[in-house]
């Protein structure tokens, strides 16, 4: 696990739980956009009816499950997909791109994307969140830098304090209202 800087995009709203589409879309355009970036999809997270511990799991292990669960219309709260190297050591740390639409409580949900440093380079913000806005009723927003090892999904989740995070520089800050 090493240290270097990531920068996140992050989007807080709300969606339609009932609308599993969506989840599916997401998924698919997550994995699409990753790609588009030049990395393999490898790792995904889930959270939902039939994913009760969130585990992160190889891709063309679980993916078949995911897609029948979509398709039967299963609660989902959240999923998470990671392009890792080859020998990562904490999935958590050693991202290359990981995008992730989650639930933080009963009414707001987060869709964040984070990027090494120089992987960031290639990402159109403005593309980015107008593509991945479609997938939730965007009410505010983030773009950031972090240390990897503070955990930007931490610091998005508005989980700590931010004087928890030393090496944290905000890009931009945006909301609709």
Known sequence: MQNHITTSIVLYGKIDQTYSNNWSKFY???????????????????????FKTGEIKDINKIENKLVKSLEKN???LAISIYSLPENFSSAAFDYEVYISLENLDDKLYMLIATFKDEIYNFVDE????????????????????????????????????????????????????
């Open 28 to 50: 698919n355009n997550a994995k699409e956009f990753t790609t588009k970036l030049g990395f393999s999809p490898t790792h995904i997270g889930i959270y939902g009816q039939s």
């Open 126 to 177: 403005r593309d980015f969140i107008e593509e991945f806005s479609n997938y939730i009723k965007f009410e505010a927003g983030q773009i950031f830098k972090l240390s990897n090892l503070e955990s930007p999904q931490i610091y998005a989740s508005k989980a700590n304090s931010l004087q928890t995070f030393k090496t944290l520089e905000i890009l931009k800050d945006f909301s609709l209202k």
């Open 74 to 76: 299963e609660e989902t």
